[in-house]
């Protein structure tokens, strides 16, 4: 069910995506437990689809309770956490709350580097991440989102 949720969101059918990821979390959470790594996945993707669907508000929401959960469950350096919180202040910048973003890129980024060193992919993702708010805060404009 988690991967037709996936799919469901690549093909950009958000309304079904979310309806199968609630589901799943639905069902994850009553057989696995809240703190079940499957858990966190499910909150993780559940927010994501809240997030392309521009429902900024309540996937901040998850995305919070992804990351507590993650800090919690798997360590504040576990490379899931990371992708949480990177996930957490991508969702803050499309809000316009740039500060808290901003802290939340540059703590990925410090966590990304010491965990998974300077060159991972998921660390130039942070790094990238971090350049385009920074950017967009000169120009005064709302971030971009990523590539």
């Not at 959470?29 to 521009?54: D, I, M």
Request: one cysteine or more; a negative charge.
């Amino acid at each position: 069910m988690n991967n037709l949720g996936l799919v469901l969101d690549s093909q950009g059918k958000f309304e079904e995506a979310e309806k199968m990821h609630q589901q799943v979390l639905e069902l994850t959470e009553k057989v696995l437990g809240p703190e079940h790594p499957s858990t966190l996945s499910s909150v993780n993707n559940l927010a994501g689809v809240l997030s392309s669907q521009g429902k900024h508000k309540a996937a901040e929401e998850m995305y919070r309770r992804a990351l507590e959960l993650c800090e919690k469950v798997l360590g504040p350096e576990h490379p899931n956490t990371l992708t949480s919180m990177n996930n957490l202040a991508l969702v803050l910048d499309s809000q316009g709350e740039f500060e808290e973003a901003e802290e939340m890129h540059r703590r990925a980024l410090e966590l990304s580097e010491k965990v998974l060193g300077p060159e991972h992919p998921n660390t130039v993702t942070s790094r990238g991440n971090l350049a385009l708010l920074l950017d967009s805060q000169k120009a005064g404009q709302p971030p971009r989102p990523p590539p």
